[in-house]
Structures are given as C-alpha cells and as structure tokens.
C-alpha cells in the first residue's frame, strides 16, 4: 500500500487548464507576521500620539480616530492597497489571495479583519490558533468566512548551474516523473554538500548498472543529456 | 524538443510578459501594451502545460508557474460592488437588503430595543435597581453629564468647535467598535450578537430610566433624540448581520456549512456597510447637533422624530420601485 506523501500545496485549476500552486502559511510564519505588525502599530500609535497630544482637543479627537483606524482598518487597508500584504507580511514574504488566487477585495477583507475579534477569544487568538492547526490549509475563522489563504509569496528563483559533464543517453526510457528528478538532482546540486550528493546518486547506482562512486556524474551527463545542447 | 531549445526558442516572449506584468503591479501599464495580455498570457499558460507534460527541469517549470500565478492576478479579479455603485448602494440596495434579511432584523431588533424599553421601565419603577446593573462611580459620572444646573451653569454651553471635533472621533471609535463586535461575535452560533444586543440594550435602558426618574430626563433626551436614530438602528442592524452569520453555521441548508458561512458573510458584510454609513452620520450628528444647548428643546425633539421618521421609512421604502428615484 502505498501512503500520500505529505504535502501542504494548494492546486487551483484555472480556466485555460492549467493547475497554480499556492503553499498556504502555517501558524507559525502568521504568527509572527502579526507580532511585527502589532509592533508597527504601536510605534506608529505612540509617534503620533506624541504629536497629537500638543494639539489640545482637536489633537485629541484625531488620536480617537487614528486609533479606530489603526485598530480596525490598518490590515485592510493595505491588504486592499498593497496586493494582500501588511507590513508584517511583507516581511515574513507572506500575502493574502482569495480561495480561487485572485487578489483579495474589499469585502473579503473587511470580513477576514473583523472576525478576527473572534478569533483573538477568549484569550491570545486561542480560537483561531485552533482552527489554524486543524485546517489542510492552514484557515483561521476569518478565512474560512472571507475564502480567503494566507500564502508564501513565490519569488523568482536564480538560474542554477549545471554542472559541466559530458551528455550521456539514459541506459533505460524514463518517466517523466524520472525526468525532472534527474533534472532537479541536477539542479539542486549547488546547494548539496559533496557527501549528500553521492549519497542520494547512490540509491541510483543499481539501476543505471554503474559503479557507487560514478553515479553522481552518469546522473548529470544524463541531466545533460535530457536538457541538451546549450 | 529538449529543453533547450523550447527556452531559447520562448525566452523573450516569457521576458516581455515578466515586463509587462511588472508595469501592470504598479498600474503604470500603457493601454496599447495590455492589448496583447491575454493572448500573451495563453500562450504562457500553453507553454506551462507543455513543459509540464514533456517533463523539463523544475526550474523552468517554477519560473513558468511563477508566472502564470501573477498574470492570472491580473487578469481575473472580484469585482468590489460597493465601490462601483456606492449611490446605488445607499438609494436602494441597503434598504432592500435590510428588508431581504427581515427575519434576522425583527429578531436582533426585538432584542435590542426590547432589553432597552424593559429595563429603562423597570429602573423606573424601582430606581434601586441601577445600582445592580451599573457601577455606581459611572451613575455619578452619567448624572453630572445630564445634571440640568451644571449645564446651565456652562459647561455644555460653553464648549468650543474644537471639543466638538474631540467628541466626533470619539463617537467614531466608541460606536463603530460596538457595532463591530455585534456582527463579529455573531460568528459564536449567534450568541455573541445575541449578547452584545441584549447587553447593550440593557446599559443603555437603565442609564435612561435611571436619568429620567432623576429628573435629569429633559436634558437626557433632548440630547439622545437625534441621533439615537441613526445609532441604535445601526447597533440593531449589526447585530442582524451578525446573526445571519451565526444561523448559517447552526443550519446551512443543503450548503456545506463553510460554503454556507461563506455566502452569508458576504451579505453580512453589505449590511456593515450601511451600519458605517449610518454611525457615520450619528456620530455627526451627535457631535455638531445633539450637543448644541442653545438649541431650544423642542426644536431638537422636532428634528429627532423627524430622523427617527426619516430612518424608518428609508428603510421600509426606499428601493421599492425598480427604477432609482
């Protein structure tokens, strides 16, 4: 019987059929995007209150509104502005999408940022802590209400280097899921220590019929030999 | 095709559309330029499938996916109906929805003033009781604010545009925080919004019943009348809001009860966005109307049945023929 393997990505078929990959934000990373956030505020909070309070009455009931704004519109505001991201999210490279990974609107929102008043209950987001672990892709009740996903924002990656070896044919036809580990063993290679690609080209010794202490360099001639000539 | 080829074959379409989306996150995009998005953007999402299929490496699969991801946040967006047709909003579309959801309105509004009119009468009648429900440090504070000899005295008379403006941001964050946590605690099955409403009702009904057996009930509710129309209904409204949302999670009907929770809080959260309009305009009023003391009385109780009139029949009436007024 073979198991699943584990895997916390989110597909999304589009109309043009094809699947987007989302990877949904555990608690963990959500968490601290919202300590950074809260901290912001206060900052921003305290700064302003400084200036406000040499400004007698009016000063003080701008600061009443500042903090209406700060308390309750803050997330929204720049989830809406700021293609789903706060401050805090910016930093922890985090945004906010719809369910469908459409940007996040108005409503969706407004809804998410308002029920996290219960979220937060009874004490230090215990509701939504919950409903955050027990959920496949990681949903407070906000999100659950709003449809909408915290996720890591995918950033372009730099182009790896291959190594250079000589193009071999495969000794055998490969699948094509095969293919792209051969290709991504190939790839991956500049972020492997030395030992830990010999280690995993070993597994791989028996079936391309080579010796242990060749199979690092078969596996990247036929990586070469799958991409072909530059 | 290997690899190889198909990139150095595609490679400057992918790098033009990469600029294109670049110019289109920061809205600089020329219109000539967009005209070609979504042709450019099938063939990526062609392209996508292709590599996919032939088995290429990782990264020229990400890179694709990467994307596609940003171009599909491009092209397929929700629609905000608020911001389109903010007008139509307020001429029809609220009342209307007020009247669609009457169920949970006449429920959260039989609450809310129904906790209200009991209790004031209640503490009326047995004016010992406010001593239970109400911290007595606040009754003092409550009675000096209402005192009739203080006020004539000055202090009300003599505030200045400034304290005004003090007191509208004050309205603002105390009353839009209340309505708030009337919707948000909806989520609780209902018994949040069931809470706050009934709670609400009760502060407010003993404050009033405590301050008219007093005697202090002139300078009460010549201030209260005018913009308690706008502010309680919106309190009784969020609480409606909120409830929708707890009834759809106690019985979603043949909907999962995500998909369910979903739609309610869609609607739920057109009806907040009356309530703002609506605390908006109390706190307004409340700051630049309801506290002037050189306003004769009756004037003022004039003009508060003239709003109280005005919410109701805006919120019965308004919309009810197809076309807008």
């Known amino acids: ?230 | 095709m290997k690899q190889r080829h198909f990139e150095a074959r595609h490679r400057q379409a992918w790098q033009d559309f990469g600029h294109l989306l670049d110019s289109l996150e920061c809205n600089a995009a020329a219109p000539m330029a967009c005209r070609s998005f979504t042709a450019q953007y099938r063939h990526l999402c062609q392209h996508l499938a292709l590599a996919q299929e032939r088995g290429y490496s990782s990264h020229l699969v990400d890179t694709l996916q990467h994307l596609a991801m940003r171009g599909h946040q491009q092209l397929y967006r929700h629609r905000s109906h608020l911001g389109a047709s903010t007008l139509q909003f307020i001429l029809a579309g609220f009342p209307r929805l007020v009247r669609a959801q009457w169920r949970f309105v006449a429920l959260a509004c039989l609450l809310f003033f129904g906790s209200l009119l009991m209790t004031g009468w209640l503490v009326y009648l047995f004016p010992d009781l406010v001593y239970s429900l109400i911290d007595p440090q606040q009754v003092v504070e409550m009675e000096s604010m209402y005192d009739p000899d203080q006020s004539r005295l000055g202090q009300l008379a003599a505030r200045q545009s400034s304290e005004d403006w003090m007191m509208f941001g004050y309205y603002i964050m105390n009353n839009i925080g209340i309505a708030f946590q009337t919707f948000a605690s909806g989520l609780l099955l209902g018994v949040g919004s069931l809470f706050y409403l009934f709670f609400n009702g009760l502060m407010i009904g003993a404050v009033a019943g405590h301050l008219t057996e007093i005697g202090y009930g002139p300078n009460f509710w010549s201030f209260v009348v005018g913009h308690g129309a706008f502010e309680l209904s919106a309190i009784a409204l969020a609480g409606a809001a909120g409830l929708k949302l707890g009834w759809a999670v106690i019985a979603p009907g043949r909907l999962s009860r995500g998909e369910a929770l979903r739609s309610a809080a869609i609607v739920s959260v057109q009806l907040i966005y009356g309530v703002l309009l609506l605390l908006f305009i109390a706190a307004f009023i409340e700051a630049y109307w309801s506290s002037k003391t050189a306003i004769q009385a009756p004037l003022k109780y004039g003009v508060g049945t003239g709003l109280w009139l005005l919410v109701g029949l805006y919120l019965g009436f308004a919309g009810r023929t197809p076309h807008a007024p």
């Open chain 1, 1 to 230: 019987m073979s198991v699943k393997p584990l895997d916390s990505r989110y597909r999304i078929e589009t109309p043009e059929g094809i699947d987007l990959i989302l990877r949904p934000a555990g608690l963990m990373s959500r968490a601290l995007a919202f300590a950074l956030d809260l901290g912001i505020r206060g900052l921003l909070l305290g700064g302003l209150l400084l200036v406000l309070s040499q400004f007698g009455h009016v000063g003080i009931g701008l600061a009443a509104l500042l903090l209406f704004v700060l308390n309750w519109w803050y997330m929204v505001l720049f989830e809406v502005f700021n293609q789903g991201r706060s401050p805090g999210k910016h930093m922890m490279k985090l945004r906010v999408v719809q369910d469908d990974g459409t940007p996040v609107g108005w409503s969706s929102s407004l809804i998410r940022n308002l029920l996290r008043f219960v979220d937060m209950l009874p004490l230090g987001y215990c509701l939504g802590a919950i409903s955050c672990l027990q959920h496949p892709t990681f949903k407070r009740l906000g999100d659950l209400a709003a449809g909408t996903l915290v996720i890591y924002r995918e950033l372009p990656a730099p182009r790896p280097v291959l190594p250079d070896v000589p193009a071999l044919h495969p000794p055998f036809a490969m699948t094509l899921t095969e293919q792209r580990a051969v290709l991504g063993f190939a790839e991956r290679q500049g972020d492997l220590s030395h030992e830990r690609a010999r280690e995993l080209a070993s597994i791989m010794a028996q079936p391309l019929k080579v010796d242990p202490e060749h199979a690092v360099a078969q596996l990247n001639g036929i990586a070469r030999g799958l991409l072909g000539p530059p």
